[in-house]
Protein backbone atom coordinates (compact mmCIF):
# COMPACT_ATOMS: atom_id res chain seq x y z
CA UNK A 1 0.00 0.00 0.00
CA UNK A 2 2.93 2.22 0.92
CA UNK A 3 4.31 1.66 -2.84
CA UNK A 4 1.33 2.27 -4.29
CA UNK A 5 0.80 5.89 -3.00
CA UNK A 6 4.61 6.81 -3.27
CA UNK A 7 4.06 5.55 -6.69
CA UNK A 8 1.14 7.66 -7.45
CA UNK A 9 2.23 10.52 -6.11
CA UNK A 10 5.58 10.55 -8.03
CA UNK A 11 3.88 10.14 -11.82
CA UNK A 12 1.70 12.56 -13.09
CA UNK A 13 0.69 10.05 -15.90
CA UNK A 14 -1.46 6.86 -14.94
CA UNK A 15 -3.57 4.72 -17.11
CA UNK A 16 -7.30 3.84 -16.11
CA UNK A 17 -6.71 0.87 -15.40
CA UNK A 18 -4.36 1.70 -12.65
CA UNK A 19 -7.05 4.49 -11.35
CA UNK A 20 -9.48 1.73 -11.19
CA UNK A 21 -7.43 -0.61 -9.07
CA UNK A 22 -6.59 2.19 -6.72
CA UNK A 23 -10.04 3.14 -6.53
CA UNK A 24 -11.23 -0.11 -5.75
CA UNK A 25 -8.70 -0.94 -3.63
CA UNK A 26 -9.32 2.17 -1.21
CA UNK A 27 -13.19 1.41 -1.52
CA UNK A 28 -13.26 -2.18 0.01
CA UNK A 29 -9.14 -3.42 0.76
CA UNK A 30 -10.15 -6.72 -0.99
CA UNK A 31 -7.69 -9.29 -1.03
CA UNK A 32 -5.24 -6.98 0.92
CA UNK A 33 -7.23 -6.75 4.57
CA UNK A 34 -10.56 -7.23 3.56
CA UNK A 35 -11.52 -3.72 6.03
CA UNK A 36 -14.43 -1.27 4.41
CA UNK A 37 -15.82 0.17 7.78
CA UNK A 38 -14.85 3.56 8.30
CA UNK A 39 -12.58 3.80 10.81
CA UNK A 40 -13.42 5.78 14.12
CA UNK A 41 -11.46 6.12 17.35
CA UNK A 42 -14.56 7.77 19.65
CA UNK A 43 -16.68 4.37 19.03
CA UNK A 44 -16.25 4.31 22.86
CA UNK A 45 -18.17 7.73 23.83
CA UNK A 46 -20.55 7.39 20.74
CA UNK A 47 -21.44 3.44 19.93
CA UNK A 48 -24.04 4.19 17.85
CA UNK A 49 -21.37 4.34 15.05
CA UNK A 50 -20.82 0.76 14.97
CA UNK A 51 -23.67 -1.10 17.03
CA UNK A 52 -27.89 -0.05 15.90
CA UNK A 53 -28.68 -1.52 19.53
CA UNK A 54 -27.10 1.84 20.85
CA UNK A 55 -29.87 3.91 19.99
CA UNK A 56 -31.63 5.80 22.94
CA UNK A 57 -29.03 4.46 25.76
CA UNK A 58 -28.12 8.07 26.91
CA UNK A 59 -31.94 8.92 27.30
CA UNK A 60 -31.56 11.95 25.52
CA UNK A 61 -31.82 12.99 21.96
CA UNK A 62 -28.07 12.74 21.86
CA UNK A 63 -26.07 14.47 17.92
CA UNK A 64 -22.37 13.58 17.15
CA UNK A 65 -20.36 15.09 14.51
CA UNK A 66 -17.32 13.42 13.66
CA UNK A 67 -14.00 14.64 11.41
CA UNK A 68 -11.24 11.91 10.72
CA UNK A 69 -8.37 13.51 8.30
CA UNK A 70 -6.88 10.19 8.02
CA UNK A 71 -2.74 9.50 7.12
CA UNK A 72 -2.30 13.84 7.15
CA UNK A 73 -0.19 14.81 4.04
CA UNK A 74 -0.81 11.93 1.35
CA UNK A 75 -3.12 12.95 -1.58
CA UNK A 76 -5.61 11.24 -1.98
CA UNK A 77 -5.70 9.87 1.70
CA UNK A 78 -9.26 9.35 3.20
CA UNK A 79 -11.22 11.99 4.65
CA UNK A 80 -14.65 11.14 6.71
CA UNK A 81 -17.66 13.02 7.85
CA UNK A 82 -19.97 11.13 10.51
CA UNK A 83 -22.91 12.16 11.55
CA UNK A 84 -25.46 10.39 14.24
CA UNK A 85 -28.60 11.21 16.47
CA UNK A 86 -30.74 8.89 18.19
CA UNK A 87 -33.14 9.28 20.96
CA UNK A 88 -35.07 6.99 23.10
CA UNK A 89 -39.84 6.46 22.76
CA UNK A 90 -42.43 5.01 24.16
CA UNK A 91 -41.06 5.04 27.99
CA UNK A 92 -37.74 4.61 26.67
CA UNK A 93 -38.40 0.87 25.57
CA UNK A 94 -37.54 1.80 22.00
CA UNK A 95 -34.86 3.59 20.32
CA UNK A 96 -34.35 5.30 17.28
CA UNK A 97 -31.40 6.89 15.22
CA UNK A 98 -29.77 8.23 12.07
CA UNK A 99 -26.30 7.27 10.87
CA UNK A 100 -25.24 9.02 7.84
CA UNK A 101 -21.17 9.60 6.97
CA UNK A 102 -19.18 10.30 3.80
CA UNK A 103 -16.19 9.19 2.45
CA UNK A 104 -13.29 10.59 0.36
CA UNK A 105 -11.03 8.35 -0.56
CA UNK A 106 -8.72 9.13 -3.80
CA UNK A 107 -11.21 9.11 -6.87
CA UNK A 108 -13.89 7.51 -4.94
CA UNK A 109 -16.36 8.62 -3.12
CA UNK A 110 -18.78 6.54 -0.58
CA UNK A 111 -21.93 8.38 0.98
CA UNK A 112 -24.07 5.95 3.57
CA UNK A 113 -27.26 6.80 4.84
CA UNK A 114 -28.74 4.26 7.94
CA UNK A 115 -31.37 4.14 10.36
CA UNK A 116 -31.56 2.29 13.29
CA UNK A 117 -34.30 0.77 15.99
CA UNK A 118 -33.65 -0.59 18.99
CA UNK A 119 -35.83 -2.21 21.56
CA UNK A 120 -34.63 -1.65 24.85
CA UNK A 121 -35.41 -4.37 28.19
CA UNK A 122 -35.22 -2.39 31.82
CA UNK A 123 -33.62 -5.43 33.92
CA UNK A 124 -33.59 -4.49 37.51
CA UNK A 125 -34.12 -1.04 39.75
CA UNK A 126 -30.55 -0.15 38.73
CA UNK A 127 -31.54 0.59 35.07
CA UNK A 128 -29.03 -1.71 33.45
CA UNK A 129 -30.71 -2.58 30.08
CA UNK A 130 -30.79 -5.36 27.33
CA UNK A 131 -30.68 -4.03 24.12
CA UNK A 132 -31.22 -5.62 20.67
CA UNK A 133 -31.30 -3.36 17.41
CA UNK A 134 -31.59 -3.69 13.59
CA UNK A 135 -30.48 -0.97 10.56
CA UNK A 136 -30.76 -0.70 7.30
CA UNK A 137 -29.78 1.73 4.71
CA UNK A 138 -27.76 1.72 1.86
CA UNK A 139 -24.18 2.96 1.02
CA UNK A 140 -24.03 4.85 -2.52
CA UNK A 141 -20.55 4.27 -3.71
CA UNK A 142 -19.04 6.92 -6.61
CA UNK A 143 -16.08 7.24 -8.55
CA UNK A 144 -14.73 10.45 -10.19
CA UNK A 145 -12.08 8.82 -12.63
CA UNK A 146 -12.92 11.51 -15.64
CA UNK A 147 -10.31 13.75 -14.10
CA UNK A 148 -7.28 11.39 -14.07
CA UNK A 149 -4.65 11.38 -17.12
CA UNK A 150 -4.89 8.45 -19.40
CA UNK A 151 -1.57 6.90 -20.13
CA UNK A 152 -2.93 4.36 -22.78
CA UNK A 153 -5.80 4.91 -24.61
CA UNK A 154 -6.02 0.91 -25.77
CA UNK A 155 -6.70 -0.01 -22.48
CA UNK A 156 -9.72 -2.13 -22.37
CA UNK A 157 -10.96 -0.30 -19.15
CA UNK A 158 -10.27 2.54 -21.46
CA UNK A 159 -12.73 1.37 -24.40
CA UNK A 160 -15.13 -0.79 -22.18
CA UNK A 161 -15.85 2.50 -19.99
CA UNK A 162 -16.99 0.44 -17.26
CA UNK A 163 -18.59 1.87 -14.24
CA UNK A 164 -17.64 1.70 -10.98
CA UNK A 165 -20.74 3.45 -9.10
CA UNK A 166 -23.21 1.13 -6.84
CA UNK A 167 -25.98 1.89 -4.83
CA UNK A 168 -25.64 -1.34 -2.03
CA UNK A 169 -28.49 -1.63 0.07
CA UNK A 170 -27.61 -3.35 3.19
CA UNK A 171 -28.70 -4.58 7.12
CA UNK A 172 -27.52 -4.96 10.51
CA UNK A 173 -27.86 -6.07 13.65
CA UNK A 174 -26.55 -5.79 17.68
CA UNK A 175 -27.15 -6.61 20.62
CA UNK A 176 -26.08 -4.11 23.53
CA UNK A 177 -26.08 -4.44 27.74
CA UNK A 178 -25.07 -2.12 29.90
CA UNK A 179 -25.25 -0.27 33.39
CA UNK A 180 -24.04 2.78 34.65
CA UNK A 181 -20.16 1.61 34.97
CA UNK A 182 -20.10 -1.18 32.20
CA UNK A 183 -20.81 -1.93 28.75
CA UNK A 184 -20.78 -5.16 26.16
CA UNK A 185 -21.70 -5.33 22.52
CA UNK A 186 -21.50 -7.41 19.72
CA UNK A 187 -22.71 -6.15 16.66
CA UNK A 188 -22.52 -7.02 12.41
CA UNK A 189 -23.42 -3.34 11.33
CA UNK A 190 -24.21 -4.81 7.58
CA UNK A 191 -24.63 -8.22 7.03
CA UNK A 192 -24.67 -8.76 3.23
CA UNK A 193 -22.11 -9.08 0.69
CA UNK A 194 -23.16 -7.16 -1.56
CA UNK A 195 -20.90 -6.66 -4.97
CA UNK A 196 -19.76 -3.49 -6.08
CA UNK A 197 -18.67 -4.21 -9.51
CA UNK A 198 -19.88 -5.85 -12.78
CA UNK A 199 -16.90 -6.10 -14.39
CA UNK A 200 -14.97 -9.52 -14.67
CA UNK A 201 -11.93 -7.88 -13.73
CA UNK A 202 -12.40 -7.14 -10.43
CA UNK A 203 -15.20 -10.29 -9.66
CA UNK A 204 -14.09 -10.64 -5.69
CA UNK A 205 -15.01 -7.17 -4.98
CA UNK A 206 -17.56 -7.16 -2.16
CA UNK A 207 -18.55 -5.79 0.93
CA UNK A 208 -16.96 -7.56 2.98
CA UNK A 209 -18.63 -8.44 6.42
CA UNK A 210 -17.47 -6.88 9.94
CA UNK A 211 -18.22 -8.24 13.17
CA UNK A 212 -17.43 -6.59 16.70
CA UNK A 213 -17.29 -7.44 20.26
CA UNK A 214 -17.27 -4.34 22.10
CA UNK A 215 -17.06 -4.28 26.17
CA UNK A 216 -15.55 -1.40 28.82
CA UNK A 217 -16.33 -1.23 32.15
CA UNK A 218 -15.57 2.21 34.18
CA UNK A 219 -13.80 2.27 37.92
CA UNK A 220 -13.68 4.31 40.52
CA UNK A 221 -10.40 5.57 41.82
CA UNK A 222 -11.40 8.32 44.04
CA UNK A 223 -13.25 11.19 44.25
CA UNK A 224 -11.59 12.76 41.71
CA UNK A 225 -10.57 10.16 39.22
CA UNK A 226 -12.08 7.29 37.32
CA UNK A 227 -11.04 4.59 34.81
CA UNK A 228 -12.02 3.38 32.00
CA UNK A 229 -10.67 0.67 29.80
CA UNK A 230 -12.19 -0.46 26.89
CA UNK A 231 -11.56 -2.98 23.85
CA UNK A 232 -13.46 -3.72 20.33
CA UNK A 233 -12.18 -7.55 18.65
CA UNK A 234 -13.18 -7.39 14.87
CA UNK A 235 -13.63 -10.36 12.57
CA UNK A 236 -13.94 -10.33 9.06
CA UNK A 237 -13.25 -13.33 6.89
CA UNK A 238 -10.08 -13.85 5.26
CA UNK A 239 -8.52 -11.13 7.52
CA UNK A 240 -6.36 -11.22 10.87
CA UNK A 241 -9.04 -10.59 14.11
CA UNK A 242 -8.20 -6.93 14.83
CA UNK A 243 -8.20 -5.76 18.94
CA UNK A 244 -8.76 -2.10 19.65
CA UNK A 245 -7.80 -1.02 22.94
CA UNK A 246 -8.11 2.14 24.63
CA UNK A 247 -7.87 3.39 28.20
CA UNK A 248 -9.20 6.78 29.11
CA UNK A 249 -8.92 8.35 32.79
CA UNK A 250 -11.71 11.04 34.14
CA UNK A 251 -10.82 14.17 36.00
CA UNK A 252 -13.70 15.64 38.42
CA UNK A 253 -16.09 14.11 35.94
CA UNK A 254 -14.81 16.96 33.26
CA UNK A 255 -12.40 15.64 31.13
CA UNK A 256 -11.24 12.34 29.41
CA UNK A 257 -7.56 11.67 29.44
CA UNK A 258 -7.05 8.13 27.21
CA UNK A 259 -4.67 6.59 24.92
CA UNK A 260 -5.46 3.81 22.04
CA UNK A 261 -3.42 0.90 20.49
CA UNK A 262 -4.66 -1.20 17.37
CA UNK A 263 -2.65 -4.23 17.50
CA UNK A 264 -0.35 -4.11 15.12
CA UNK A 265 -1.24 -0.97 12.95
CA UNK A 266 -1.73 2.51 15.31
CA UNK A 267 -1.34 3.73 18.36
CA UNK A 268 -2.27 7.50 20.11
CA UNK A 269 -3.60 9.82 22.78
CA UNK A 270 -7.38 11.27 22.72
CA UNK A 271 -8.78 14.07 24.94
CA UNK A 272 -12.59 14.56 25.71
CA UNK A 273 -13.63 17.65 27.30
CA UNK A 274 -17.45 17.75 28.77
CA UNK A 275 -18.05 21.54 28.40
CA UNK A 276 -21.12 20.66 30.63
CA UNK A 277 -22.95 17.66 31.28
CA UNK A 278 -24.50 18.56 27.32
CA UNK A 279 -21.97 19.48 25.31
CA UNK A 280 -18.52 17.33 25.05
CA UNK A 281 -15.63 17.74 22.41
CA UNK A 282 -13.03 15.27 21.71
CA UNK A 283 -9.76 15.71 19.78
CA UNK A 284 -7.97 12.38 18.80
CA UNK A 285 -4.42 11.70 17.13
CA UNK A 286 -3.00 8.10 16.32
CA UNK A 287 -0.07 7.21 14.40
CA UNK A 288 0.77 4.08 12.32
CA UNK A 289 3.58 1.90 14.09
CA UNK A 290 3.45 -0.33 10.65
CA UNK A 291 6.16 0.62 7.54
CA UNK A 292 3.60 3.44 7.02
CA UNK A 293 4.62 5.22 9.84
CA UNK A 294 7.88 6.68 8.15
CA UNK A 295 5.88 7.73 5.06
CA UNK A 296 2.99 9.99 6.87
CA UNK A 297 2.59 12.28 10.28
CA UNK A 298 -0.46 10.59 11.13
CA UNK A 299 -4.44 10.82 11.77
CA UNK A 300 -6.85 13.55 13.19
CA UNK A 301 -10.47 13.28 14.41
CA UNK A 302 -12.43 15.52 16.14
CA UNK A 303 -15.57 15.15 18.14
CA UNK A 304 -18.47 17.06 19.07
CA UNK A 305 -21.50 15.75 20.99
CA UNK A 306 -24.55 17.48 22.23
CA UNK A 307 -27.16 15.55 24.55
CA UNK A 308 -30.78 17.84 24.00
CA UNK A 309 -31.59 16.42 28.15
CA UNK A 310 -34.79 17.56 30.21
CA UNK A 311 -34.43 19.67 32.64
CA UNK A 312 -34.73 16.85 35.54
CA UNK A 313 -31.87 15.57 34.16
CA UNK A 314 -29.27 18.44 32.85
CA UNK A 315 -27.78 18.27 36.62
CA UNK A 316 -26.67 14.69 36.85
CA UNK A 317 -22.86 13.24 35.95
CA UNK A 318 -22.53 12.95 32.49
CA UNK A 319 -22.72 9.68 30.60
CA UNK A 320 -19.77 7.13 30.92
CA UNK A 321 -20.37 6.37 27.57
Not at 188 to 212: C, D, I, R, W
Amino acid sequence: MVNLFKRLNSKKMIDLKSAATVGVIFLVSFQLNAQQEIQNNFYMFNGSVLNPAYAGSRDALSIVGDYRNQWTGWKGAPTTYMFTAHTPLINESIGVGINLAQDQIGPTTRTAAYGDFAYRIRLNKANDRLCFGVRAGADLIRNNFGGLAINDQQDPLVTANPSFNVNAFNVGAGVYYYGKRFFIGATVPKMLANKLTENSNFGNSVQAVHSYLIAGYVFKLNSLWDLKPNVAVKYTPNAPLTVDANLNLLFNQIIWFGVLYRYGSAAGVNVVYNVTPQLRIGYCFDYAITNMGQYNPGSHEIMLGFDFLPKQKALKSPRYF
